[in-house]
């Protein structure tokens, strides 16, 4: 896997716990601030996550993603439910409630392949500064597998209307 293109590069699996309440990302100002005012997105928004998406499952590659939300969802998870277009190409999303595994959970991160963990840091506000991609060490290992096992007992995302009620 080359570090500086994960997403493209790695081999057999790439998952991602997203526990943040809120995201802020230069990309999705514009698009966010559309879905405040109106409840609409951009049709173009998220194309370019689709494609890469679709080529990496076209190949045999699994994208899975587990996404921790609020109680009562923020006006950002609502935001980010309605503009995920990865599972119309094959990511597989699930989801649960932050408050079950506040005590567990330590950052965000991606992990590849059994190997390599991207770190996904923010500032307290949400917004992205970088990635740590590295061999993830035994630590990271374990807590890769928790993460794993959560999200293997969590909702696909497409139960997730009973958390918008």
């Not at 679709?54 to 006006?75: A, C, W, Y």
């Not at 996904?120 to 890769?144: C, K």
């Amino acid at each position: 896997m080359d570090i500086n293109n994960p997403f493209e590069t790695f081999q057999k699996y790439a998952f991602r716990l997203e526990a943040l309440p809120r995201y802020l990302v230069e990309n999705e100002k514009e698009a966010f601030a559309a879905f405040k005012e109106s409840g609409v997105l951009p049709d173009s928004f998220g194309l370019d996550w689709s494609e890469l998406v679709s080529n990496n499952v076209r190949v045999g590659k699994k994208m899975q993603r587990l996404r921790l939300l609020s109680e009562h969802l923020t006006d950002y998870e609502r935001f980010e439910l309605q503009i995920y277009s990865g599972p119309s190409q094959g990511e597989q999303i699930h989801t649960g409630m932050r408050n079950d595994y506040q005590d567990q959970y330590m950052y965000d991160f991606w992990f590849f392949d059994d190997k390599w963990i991207a770190q996904v840091n923010y500032e307290d506000d949400g917004t992205f500064i970088n990635f740590d991609i590295r061999l993830a060490t035994p630590q990271e290992l374990q807590m890769y597998t928790y993460w794993y096992a959560v999200y293997k007992v969590a909702k696909p995302l497409k139960h997730v209307s009973s958390y918008l009620k």
